[in-house]
């Protein structure tokens, strides 16, 4: 009878969130011990977070709270969205710039930010070759020879689309302004869960042609 109830039991996943996907040895120790400990299955998600399977649901909140002990942070506890990035430089000799470093510092910019709706996704990539899909994300930020560029509106799924370049050769304080004012205008329209992509050819969108 016991094991029938535990196999009936509903689990249920959760996701780590990590900033530029980076983990360190003594928080991969943690989850470690407990995936062993509780049975799960970890999966690498395409954001770059780690979620954990078969979570029972009985044993969630004691998962959560000895791994926030460790300092994890979950979905669902942050509301501004980690950017997705390519290794870059100096782990890619075509990286123009540190790309990890940019994430840290968007994610220090709009810590504690209320003012985001769902449904803005951002990706950095180190050169053109575009590896972590910066070009078909809401906000896209590239590494040139001459500084960054920034696109907005891509987007995968069923009909894909390519963003609009809305900046070129920008440092890196011009791009985290620039993001700021772009979740600011998709805060500020109607609707729950817009993309970018609905946004850009409205008249009053900030950066209406592509540069
Ligand atoms: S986008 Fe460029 S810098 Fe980044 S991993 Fe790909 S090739 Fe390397």
């Known amino acids: 009878m016991e094991d029938t109830t535990a196999a009936e039991e509903k689990t249920v996943?959760?996701?780590?969130?990590r900033t530029a996907g980076l983990v360190e040895p003594g928080f991969f120790q943690a989850?470690?011990?407990v995936v062993r400990r509780y049975n799960l299955t970890v999966y690498l998600s395409t954001?770059?977070?780690?979620r954990l399977l078969?979570?029972?649901e009985s044993d969630r909140d004691a998962i959560m709270k000895e791994l926030a002990a460790k300092g994890a942070r979950f979905k669902g506890t942050v509301k501004f969205p980690l950017a997705r990035v390519c290794v870059s430089r100096?782990?890619?000799k075509l990286g123009k710039f540190d790309t990890f470093a940019l994430a840290r510092r968007i994610s220090d910019h709009f810590e504690g930010w209320e003012k985001i709706k769902p449904k803005v996704k951002i990706a950095i990539s180190g050169c053109t070759a575009a590896c972590s899909g910066p070009l078909t994300t809401d906000i896209g930020i590239v590494g040139?020879?001459?500084?960054l560029d920034v696109y907005v509106g891509g987007k995968l799924g069923a009909l894909p689309k390519v963003g609009r370049r809305i900046l070129r050769r920008a440092?890196?304080?011009r791009v985290i302004a620039v993001i700021e004012e772009l979740v600011t205008y998709h805060y500020n329209q109607p609707g729950k869960k817009l993309r970018m992509f609905k946004l850009i050819n409205n008249d009053d969108f900030p950066y209406p042609e592509a540069v």
């Open 13 to 17: 996943s959760l996701t780590i969130l």
């Open 31 to 33: 989850v470690a011990e």
């Open 47 to 50: 954001a770059q977070n780690i």
């Open 54 to 56: 078969d979570v029972r």
């Open 90 to 92: 100096p782990h890619c």
């Open 144 to 147: 040139t020879p001459v500084g």
């Open 171 to 173: 440092d890196e304080d």
